[in-house]
Structures are given as structure tokens and as C-alpha cells.
């Protein structure tokens, strides 16, 4: 398992400044999140392309900037509003071959959405093949306040879906979302193929590895024995650290410790 850490841990920095802050780390595995339409133009790809070449850098995921608005775009029964999201996708499949990625981060439906849940499912499968098209294989993630963030949800879906059945499990969503990350490995198995990894304690539910008192090893080696066969990015917000190295130590510690495990 390879062990890396997202550019969306130095949100608000603009996108190719954290891509290089993560290159100059020396840490190899890296998501890029994108936040804002204009990145997804080809010429600034290409530019996120030279940055991680010049670093010898490997792009696991991309996490796309319209994460709000999938519910909107997707999740409604306005089919042309649909059929533009997929567009959107088809370009972010594109984005995945152009980075050298394989995965695309989905957040999906809000739960007051109107399609049952055997049609989220479908519509889920539908957005998956226009992502794969050019090569992005899509990933659904357990974000509370969306319908996936439940955890009754997702193991409707994952029964439903069977093998079509792809996770992005979120361990601060976990969290946020009232039930453990363990038993959600025990649950969803090797249908999860991307980890998003934080840490936490009883006051804070979002923190760099060590600073909480979450099992962050015993966690990753879980879900090994679940089936889970993927690679992790530590993911958290800007104000669980101070300066960019306490964050880069964090990862690297956690990539120590784990292969010293």
C-alpha cells in the first residue's frame, strides 16, 4: 500500500503551488483537487503534467471542483442537465490518462434527492461509464450530508451493485457520519479502492496522523484483511496544522511507521 498525502490539504494555495509544495516534501503519492473550472482546460494540465514529472510524482485520484453541485447536476430528473454533468466527467476521465491517475472522487446526492435509491445506483454506474471512457474509473465516497455519507446506504449499494461496487472510504466522514471506520471496512470489503486517511480524538474529529489517538496502522492494516488492496492519502483541512512541514512529517511518519508494521 502506498501512502500519500492530497493537494487539498493546502486549500486555500492555488492548485499547481500545492502540487509543487507536495513535490518539494520528497513524498511521491498524491490526489489532486481541483478547484475551479479554469484547471480543467488542457493547457493547465499540462502544466500539473511538467510538475509532476519535474518531481517524480504519482497521481492516484483527482477530486473534482464540482463536488457541490452533484447533486444538482446529477442526482435530479432534468436529463440535459444530466447529460452536460456527464460531459464534465468525461472530461475529468480525460484528466486521469493526461496525470497518469486511475480514480475519480464522486460525492454524489443529497438525501432529500428524488430518485430512489436503485436509481442513484444506476445513475452512479451511468456516470462511472462516461468517466471510463478515457480511462478514470469512478469512486463514490461516504460524505456526511450526502446520501452515501449513511451507513445503511452504502451497504444497500454495495450489495446492489456487486462488483460495479466502488468506495472512496473517508475516515473523518466516518467519524462525522456516527459509525466506525472499522466497521465500515469490515462492511464494504475490496469494493473500496482508495482510503482518504486523517486522524482524530473526542475534541476534533480532523487531524494530522499523531496528533489524535485514532489507530491509524491497526486502521490501514484492517482494511488489508478486509480485502482492501488500494493506496491512502492523508486528507485533511488547512487549520488541523501549522506550517507545511508539521503536515509532510505527519505523512511520512505514518508511511514509516506502517511499513515498519
Not at 464522486?106 to 436509481?119: F, R, T
Not at 452512479?124 to 471512457?133: H, K, P, S, V
Amino acid at each position: 500500500m502506498k501512502i500519500g498525502v492530497s493537494t487539498a490539504c493546502l486549500y486555500p494555495l492555488l492548485t499547481e503551488k500545492a502540487l509543487e509544495e507536495v513535490g518539494k516534501s520528497g513524498i511521491k503519492e498524491t490526489e489532486v483537487f481541483f478547484n475551479s473550472e479554469g484547471e480543467l482546460k488542457k493547457q493547465f494540465v499540462k502544466e500539473l503534467a511538467k510538475i509532476k514529472d519535474y518531481y517524480g510524482l504519482n497521481v492516484l485520484s483527482i477530486h473534482p471542483t464540482m463536488s457541490l453541485a452533484e447533486s444538482f447536476m446529477f442526482f435530479s430528473a432534468y436529463d440535459r442537465r444530466k447529460d452536460e454533468g456527464l460531459e464534465s466527467f468525461k472530461r475529468y476521465g480525460e484528466i486521469t490518462a493526461e496525470l497518469g491517475a486511475k480514480y475519480v472522487i464522486l460525492h454524489g446526492g443529497k438525501p432529500n434527492g428524488i430518485l430512489s435509491d436503485e436509481q442513484y445506483f444506476e445513475r452512479f454506474c451511468e456516470i462511472g461509464r462516461a468517466t471510463a471512457e478515457n480511462g478514470g474509473v469512478l469512486l463514490q465516497e461516504n460524505v456526511v450530508k450526502f446520501r452515501a455519507g449513511d451507513m445503511d446506504f452504502l451497504k444497500k449499494m454495495n450489495g446492489y451493485l456487486g462488483n460495479d461496487a466502488r468506495f472512496c472510504l473517508d475516515v473523518k466522514q466516518c467519524i462525522r457520519g456516527g459509525y466506525s471506520p472499522f466497521d465500515a471496512v469490515d462492511m464494504l470489503k475490496n469494493s473500496i479502492k482508495h482510503i482518504h486517511i486523517s486522524d482524530n480524538d473526542s475534541q476534533k474529529d480532523c487531524k494530522i496522523p499523531y496528533k489524535g489517538d485514532f489507530s491509524l496502522v491497526d486502521f490501514l492494516k484492517r482494511a488489508e484483511k478486509s480485502g482492501f488492496s488500494g493506496d491512502t492519502v492523508v486528507e485533511v483541512y488547512r487549520d488541523a496544522y501549522g506550517e507545511y512541514d508539521e503536515l509532510f512529517t505527519s505523512v511520512k511518519k505514518l508511511r514509516e511507521i506502517y511499513k515498519n508494521g
